[in-house]
């Protein structure tokens, strides 16, 4: 079917193209379809290609244990960087026309794009590099600087600006505005690593990568199109060179989405992840809405905060941390299972295949054993009890036996038992939807409470 649509909806798309040559949004809209359709029909073409270089790995959520292509986003990620590079001349072909009265061509424009596909085209390495190599974590944690360093000179060359506005309720210590000099520098590249990685913690069921990123590019895209049409030239240009970015973006993701969607038939890799988060710090940096972009990660940031004892070791952390496959035998059995029956009944599941019977094949929160946790980390898990943020297992003298791990994916399997991979990943879909809303009523309704 792919095929056909995209044999039919190619040449449309070219036509409409050259007759909308000199409306630059019109164009990049056409050239994020066409990149669209050729991320769909490329994906399930190139995936014996990645198998057979060894670029796969096994689906544990599923009873058979599928075998599946691994790091499909970097043929999403390159497609991108293709038509993203494609537009170049199409952007600042007003600038070229003769007809038109001479006009001093937008060099710093030019740069400000380039460095993005820069920073861009960098992370796409260095996320294949991870998916390839199985990087530590330490170097997850500093590649995204690296990545953005283009971006950075650019902003500090071609726009300088390190004045925050201060919320009004602390003007009278601090003022209407606040310098941060150097530390705004550190601030936004703090953010491209937040960026990177909250995608790649949140991730580990079908669908679940590229669905998140897809509600965020949206959101950012209707937040832009409420600017097009802005009264100011600056302004304007900002939210049109954040389109230009999204919009491909969006299109290749949906592309990748119908892929990896539940039942996944490919993976997405951390280059999705690292590729992803890139786009939207690079967007946020150099389009000026960094808190915006802060309140669309709101379930990524909870997500960080909530896996922090276990990312710095305070609680055991194993390799894989996403939820289980078992049989649904009762609320009880589901909510409130302990790490060895949890691994024997998933062992029983894979090797019978899924049963047609009223017992579903559902997802459970994984576990991990708290030998070796720090006093600290104890002291954080029981706070997260107290908060009903955990399940904890106890021995028969109440001392905690195990918890489950700390991720979104598991607490609401916790909060929502017996929920099957595809339910798990609408869940986490409808909380990020949920949160864009909010983003929008505090962007729009009532940042006039803390700025004015």
Known sequence: MYKRVSLVASPVLLALLWQLRNEPLAVCSCISILA?????????ATTHTFKRVGLAGRDMSKPLRPELAESMGMVAAAIYLVATFLFIPVQFHSYWSTAQSPRVFPYARLGEYLSALLSLQSMVFLGFADDVFNLRWRFKLVLPIIASVPVLIVYYVGYGVTQV????????????????????????????????NAINILAGINGVEVGQSLI?????????LAYVNSSNPETEYRHLFSLYLLLPFIAVSCALYYWNKYPARVFVGDTYCYFAGMTFAVCGILGH?????LLLFAPQMFNFVYSAPQIFGLVPCPRHRLPQMVQNAGPHRARRMNLHRQVSTAMQSFSKGPRRTNNAVCMVASRTLLDGTTQLGLRIIRMYECLGLVDIDRNEDGTMHSVNNLTLLNLVLIRCPHLTESQLNHRILLIQLLNSCLAFIIRFQLSHLFYF
Do not use: E, H, N, Q
Not at 36 to 44: D, K, N, Q, R, S
Not at 167 to 196: A, E, H, K, N, Q
Not at 216 to 224: E, G, Q, Y
């Open 165 to 196: 506005v201060v919320p009004v309720f602390l003007r009278p210590w601090l003022g209407t505005c606040v310098d941060l000099g150097v530390l705004y520098y550190v601030y936004i590249g703090l953010m491209s690593v937040f960026c990177t």
């Open 289 to 293: 809405f960094s808190k915006t972009l």
């Open 216 to 224: 965020i590019a949206v959101s950012i895209v209707l937040k832009d």
């Open 36 to 44: 669209g359709l050729a991320t769909w029909c490329i994906i399930p």
